[in-house]
């Protein structure tokens, strides 16, 4: 494939860059994310988690790791702030008879206080106190998170150096801030592992659906990143990265 064919592949990637829910499969097989991590996020909920309990997924996405959880549909809560998963979780979890409802996990939770026993929330917005307030006495908030230093070499690869989007987040942070509004710290890890590439145009699709870690990206205005990119690839056969995730277990 030639230059010119190469960045026409890049521009059609940029165009069709959208994400349903949570779904990275249009770059599957172009890319591999190593979540070999040394803690499994659905097995620490699990270790906690019962039948009878009522648990809030906050920023649940479409809900397909929530779902996953195969927890009785009346004892469970979700909420999602962003519009197209607004619609896509009342069109899937509302007929579930799932307690689906907008909110923006920065911000209040539209739920009472002490309505659940548990809260998890995967790579999304939290407010601690609102947290505390809306769990039981003896209640878990269970969650994973995108660190501050995720896909910083990728960033920095096709837009130069730039501030983080997100600098608080890092476990010690994370954890003061539960610790502050009265929770007690019960587990928590921080990890990085790779990430890499298989072909330009998957990192140029990915860039535009997470314009919050590649601000300003787009094809014309950063077209000799991106041919940079291409020689790395063809060089090394990969262009590599690293993702920053912690997880934090606490109790109230």
Not at 102 to 107: A, H, V
Not at 148 to 157: G, K, Q, S, Y
Not at 162 to 191: C, H, M, N
């Amino acid at each position: 494939m030639n230059v010119n064919e190469l960045i026409e592949n890049w521009k059609t990637e940029e165009q069709i860059a959208y994400i349903h829910g949570w779904d990275f499969s249009h770059i599957h097989e172009r890319y591999t994310e190593q979540e070999d991590l040394p803690w499994d996020y659905r097995a620490v909920i699990e270790e906690y988690l019962h039948p009878e309990m009522k648990i809030l997924d906050i920023d649940t996405g479409g809900g397909e790791f929530l779902l996953s959880l195969r927890h009785p549909h009346e004892n469970i809560a979700a909420m999602e702030n962003f519009s197209p998963n607004v619609k896509l979780c009342q069109e899937i979890l509302l007929p579930l008879g799932i307690d689906f409802r907008p909110g923006d996990g920065k911000g209040k939770i539209p739920f009472d206080d002490g309505a659940f026993d548990m809260a998890i929330n995967r790579h999304g917005d939290f407010n601690a106190s609102e947290i505390y307030r809306v769990l039981k006495p003896g209640g878990f908030f269970i969650t994973q998170q995108v660190g501050a230093e995720n896909d910083r070499e990728l960033v920095e690869l096709l837009c130069g150096k730039t501030e983080t989007p997100f600098p608080d987040q890092y476990l010690s942070i994370t954890a003061g801030k539960f610790e502050d509004v009265g929770f007690t710290v019960l587990r928590g890890e921080e990890a990085f592992r790779p990430i890499r590439f298989f072909d330009v145009g998957a990192l140029v699709w990915f860039a535009r659906i997470i314009q919050w870690e590649f601000p300003g990206f787009s094809v014309a205005t950063h077209l000799k990143k991106l041919l940079k990119a291409q020689r790395i690839l063809e060089e090394q056969g990969s262009i590599d990265g690293s993702i920053h995730r912690f997880l934090l277990t606490a109790q109230k």
